[in-house]
């Protein structure tokens, strides 16, 4: 089973992944997490922020989730996934679950773990400004109609994890549960 989560960054993709992979594994349950970041530095180091590029990106993280799906595993794919179209090749080619990390944009400023939200919305002159952050000044689609919404802005991660892993047991066929 392959989850796509999708959402702008600081919404808690990786925080949830971790965090419901590792409670998949603690009830026997084989999980991994495929975040967009780590592979950033590895299989798609040579992509960039462009449409084009974070297209790629996705394809090449959906074909490695696949074949880790495929292994037996539940795979989770954190990343920001900003594309509606991208995304339904994912469902259409691999039943990959769309799941929307949403959360306000006010919050994601105030959090602003990475500092990201701060060089995008520095003046244009400025040398440190970021020109394509999603959802200040690039295209972030929201999903049209994602299988499950967890708003990050209004519950704890706990709540939010919860969801995400009893969606994922809900759906498991019976042969992976009980081995
Ligand atoms: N309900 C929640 N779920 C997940 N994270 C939350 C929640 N509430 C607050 N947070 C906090 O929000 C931050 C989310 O950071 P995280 O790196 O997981 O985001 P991300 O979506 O993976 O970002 P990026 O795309 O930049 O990798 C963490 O500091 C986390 O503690
Ligand atoms: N302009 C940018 N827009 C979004 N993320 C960026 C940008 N520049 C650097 N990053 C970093 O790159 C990570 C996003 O990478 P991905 O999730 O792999 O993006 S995606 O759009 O191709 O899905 C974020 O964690 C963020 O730290």
Known sequence: MIIQLT????????TIAQHVAGKLVSSGIPAEVIDGDRYRKTVCKDLGFSKK???ENIR?????AAEKARAGNVVILAAINPYEEVRRELAQQYQAKTVFIDCNLPTLINRDTKGLYYRAMLPPSHPDKLLNLTGVNDTYEAPNCP???LRTDQ?????SAGKLYRYIVSRLPAAFISR
């Open 53 to 55: 590029d974070r297209c």
């Open 155 to 159: 519950e704890q991660l706990e709540e």
């Open 60 to 64: 090449r993280l959906g074909k490695i």
């Open 147 to 149: 299988d499950l919404v």
């Open 7 to 14: 959402g702008l960054s600081g919404a808690g993709k990786s």
